[in-house]
């Protein structure tokens, strides 16, 4: 297997982006990744897009044909297939890319996902949602996604002392880091008392423990290492691309409080990437609920079982802490136009990696890892990504 | 890239199905595909998954994890990746396994198709057919994906002297072949009045022309082929997987009698392959409306553009012609389960290299063809199957 490395990155804002349709989000991400990269289109040798609402919101399925024609492509007749993991698609496609340049059997590979989510009803959408879980034994029962993951930070608070407090600090310090970041979609700060006080989604979850839905569109390229250096002086290295599922119903699971499929892929990445968590620098993971991000720190290594309350109450993961997580603002901050989420937090950890992240920079950021979760953990996608040089 | 094999095959019946879950269907497809490869669950690596309609039809995202559950896998945590492209979904699943075993990535690889498509109101079928096309600039004015083959259908009447007989005779051909089928949705014989008599969709195309929705499952084992032989005396060979995109509205194209992304996938393919069309001995081949086959042969290069009907009316593509196509019966006689097609196709090029498909057995079989696309060609996949000793 070859080396892999993302040459270029664009990214659309995040939000409700009444402008812009499906396929201008596409072209505009596109776009910014080709000039990034300095690529020419006839240098492309495939797509893969991550996508999951593009049939029930747009009505349009089909689109990894679709937007290599929108993006005046379709001469050059080039494979172009679509993903879907749940809101993990992005990350998904990423893996697909990267697995096809890593094979040699394509080198010059645009990774795109893109979701239109904010020009529907909210019954779609809770439809939507209601569809990464187990449909038949969670969803037609009355489950929700919000629900579900309510009972897991229940259980958590229960069995570890996890405080509302501490759970709730994962939002603030999201919106901290969004306020950093001009494409987020919530760019104010806010308080444990906002978040307290929001109102409940599925007790003891509220609004703003939830990520939004949102409209968006991110794209990168990717190269093998080697002729990396023809297309951009910082690229970054993909040193881990590790995809694993698990029980898709929460009780089927031993413990609610892990996600089984992100240890696996976690231990997996470490090893393909030979590091170990300490070494990581930072993170960019999938906080969908504040208590996601909870599990994540833990389930990643960052701190032990049970202890990611605290070790998010005393700033370790704020972004000048020992382990930066989400300095885009995460989900949470950013908004999450689900397909597009996984590509963008590529996007946040190549600009980090190129030290071009603004006032959100990290100092000395040589290794970022991705961290992308399907549902409530049916799949989880870890990337871990350095710069070399 | 390493070689790679099938290994297993299982497919359930196509029809309407009242009786059997998407769960069930696959779970069926599973285990025939595991116990004739001999493999036990812990030897299988990753899993891919064609589908396209869950998400709208059964209210469930989120498949590739789902699948690995039900077939009571999660414990092994394996990479589980749903992949859509319209119609082709099942072929681009066989696809993306092939990379991942030719890669070096896997070993053992499941490759499924499932739908579940006659539970649901009509008004939901039309709507998802629309989405394979162009929705914005060819659904959203009126136009649906028979009438754009009805309009395909015309051209090729006008400017190649084409006759309804001659399209109407791949009805005829294959409904014959699917009477020998026993997986088939129609088992009965027609004749080229029925077609003609049968309500009209849109004209010149009949109900009789086109294929139909149905429910379904076909799942496959691959491996290297290297191990091969420890699963199966008689691993078939697939010696060329390619993908390719054109525009996916006809009104982008230079001619809507040809499908570009199948040509330009058959020259890669055949040159991968190492063969020449002549040297194909029978094909599965796209045939989602009698039109559909006759343009697929002519952009396969087993007769000339313009001449299809005229090789489809002399009996050259009959199961005991020059080259047999859709020996199984097709789209049009087993069913279109979309997202299981493309993996069926397989199936049957496996049982006919195998010398097992019973009283449609192809004598002296050696290399099948099978080829399949999405919409009106935006993606075409072709693989080639070869049994070699």
């Known amino acids: 297997m070859r080396e892999v490395a993302i040459v270029g990155i664009g990214t659309t804002k995040f939000g409700e982006l009444w402008d812009k349709s499906f396929r201008d989000g596409f072209a505009e991400a596109g776009v910014k990744a080709i000039m990034d990269a300095r690529v020419r289109g006839e240098d492309i040798d495939a797509l893969y897009i991550g996508n999951m609402s593009a049939g029930r919101f747009i009505e349009q399925e089909h689109i990894g044909a679709l937007v290599v024609d929108c993006a005046g492509l379709a001469g050059l007749n080039i494979p172009a297939t679509r993903v879907e993991a749940a809101c993990a698609s992005g990350a998904l496609a990423l893996r ?72 709730a600090q994962v939002a603030v310090k999201n919106h901290a880091n969004a306020a950093k970041n001009p494409d987020a979609q919530f760019r104010r700060k806010i308080t444990i008392e906002d978040v307290l006080g929001s109102p409940l989604v599925a007790d003891p979850l509220r609004v703003l423990d939830c990520s939004s839905i949102a409209d968006g569109a991110s794209a990168l390229i990717l190269a093998p290492y080697e002729i990396a250096k023809k297309y951009t002086d910082t690229p970054i290295h993909i040193t881990a691309s590790v995809q694993k599922s698990s029980t898709i119903a929460l009780h089927d699971r031993k413990d609610i409080t892990t996600i089984d499929s992100t240890v696996a892929a976690a231990k997996e990445a470490y090893e393909v990437a030979g590091v170990r968590p300490e070494k990581i620098d930072f993170a960019e993971v999938h906080d969908s609920y504040t208590i996601t991000e909870i599990l994540a720190i833990e389930d990643l290594g960052f701190c032990k079982k049970g202890e990611g309350g605290k070790f ?24 999450h136009p689900l397909g597009a989420t996984g590509v963008r937090q590529a996007c946040e950890i190549v600009q980090q990696l190129r030290g071009r992240a603004g006032e959100r920079q990290i100092k000395d950021a040589k290794i970022g890892l991705a961290h992308s979760i399907g549902g409530t953990g049916g799949t989880s996608i870890i990337h871990i990504f350095e710069r070399r040089d």
Chains 1, 2 share one sequence.
Not at 102 to 117: P, R
Not at 120 to 130: F, G, N, R, S, Y
Not at 314 to 325: L, Q, Y
């Open 312 to 335: 998010t109450e005393d700033g370790k993961t704020a972004i000048d802490g020992d382990i930066p997580v989400n300095p885009s603002g995460g989900l949470k901050g950013c908004g």
């Open 96 to 167: 697909q890319a990267y697995l096809a340049v890593a094979s040699g059997c394509h080198d010059i590979v645009v990774v795109a996902g893109v979701e239109k989510m904010t020009d529907v009803a909210q019954e779609k959408i809770e439809d939507l949602l209601a569809s990464v879980i187990d449909r038949e034994w969670e969803g037609f029962v009355g489950a929700t996604l919000s629900s579900l993951y309510a009972m897991i930070a229940r259980l958590h608070m229960h069995r570890y002392g996890t405080t509302r407090e501490q759970i």
